[in-house]
């Protein structure tokens, strides 16, 4: 298949890009002059870049017939400090919007958007789909936003569309400055680190579990638009996590300063999803266990 994708230097995209181009898709991924590539590096020459800058190369793609899937995987401001900055992600309503309408006039027919847990807001239980979202900030209310712009615009024009809840996924190249990768860093070298309590519960799927996921949805020959959790159904808390990664480190848990930093204002205690909807639809997923996924991640940071 012809795959168009955003985002694609991007921690996720990027792991999209690598399945994708291992499965045979030709990909084509919208870049800016700005864009990192260097989570792309081992594959970036069997992709075929758009740059968005260069108004001539948007055109050009355009011209190409028949691209099969748009995957819009493109969302800036989701550190914690930008998360309730409304200049930011209003920007990004609107550049999900051009996105769509890219779409429509290169006559794709399946869109698969990139949406999070935090459309749900504050709850406390294992989440489905017939919640009734209630964002807590302008992350979450944008990300809605932009649902409902799809959700309209796909009756318009007749348009298979898919928009994934996406829980907290971890895995290997990560953004540097989230929680997981900067402890593994900070016990490689001895160091201890200030935490919260973690008593949250959260949502952990390991980022190739989450690629198999997305991978029966680009195949999904019958049309199964709607909205999708995908998740684990694991509640674990970010402590237990973190003791994980010390004894897998040879750590003890002095290093882990649990306690040391407040909690975020309106910190959500407890975000945890139910996968039924998406394997009752697509099919059972197997999730690789905690203590796995962890190890192979350890292994990552400790040689690159």
């Known amino acids: 298949m012809k795959i168009l994708i955003t985002g694609a230097t991007g921690f996720i995209g990027s792991h999209i ?3 994708l181009i291992n499965k045979n898709h030709t990909v084509y991924a919208i870049c800016r002059n700005s864009s990192n590539f260097d989570k792309c590096s081992s ?10 800058d260069k108004n001539n190369d948007l055109n050009e793609l355009i011209k190409i017939p028949n691209i099969d899937v748009l995957i819009h995987a493109a969302w800036s401001g989701i550190n914690s400090k930008d998360r309730n900055n409304w200049d930011i992600q209003l920007e990004n309503f609107r ?3 051009s996105i769509i309408e890219l779409a429509i006039q290169l006559n794709i027919k ?3 958007c990139l949406g999070s847990q935090s459309e749900y807001g504050i709850y406390n239980y294992k989440v489905t789909e017939n919640h009734i979202p209630s964002p807590i900030d302008a992350y979450g209310s944008i990300k809605l936003l932009t649902l409902h712009y799809l959700q309209n615009v796909a009756a318009k024009y007749h348009l298979t569309w898919y928009w994934l809840r996406i829980f907290s996924i971890l895995g290997e190249n990560d953004n540097q400055n989230w929680l997981l990768p900067q402890v593994i860093k900070k016990l490689i070298n001895n160091e201890e680190i200030k935490l919260t309590k973690g008593e949250q519960y959260y949502d952990y799927l390991y980022i190739d579990d989450f690629i198999k996921c997305l991978d029966k949805i680009v195949n999904d020959k019958l049309n199964k638009s709607g909205i999708y959790n995908v998740c684990s159904g694991r ?4 402590k237990q996590l973190l003791l994980i990664v010390a004894q897998q480190l040879g750590r003890t848990p002095q290093f882990l300063k649990f306690g040391a930093i407040p909690y975020r204002e309106n910190q959500n205690m407890f975000m945890v999803g139910s996968p039924d909807k998406f394997q009752s639809t697509f099919g059972k997923c197997e999730f690789e266990p ?6 192979k991640i350890i292994y990552f940071y400790k040689t690159t």
């Open 110 to 112: 399946k869109i698969i």
């Open 235 to 238: 509640p674990v808390k970010i």
């Open 43 to 52: 594959f970036i020459d069997k992709i075929i870049w758009v740059n968005q």
């Open 17 to 19: 890009c690598k399945e």
């Open 95 to 97: 550049y999900s919007k």
């Open 290 to 295: 905690i203590e796995d996924f962890i190890k």
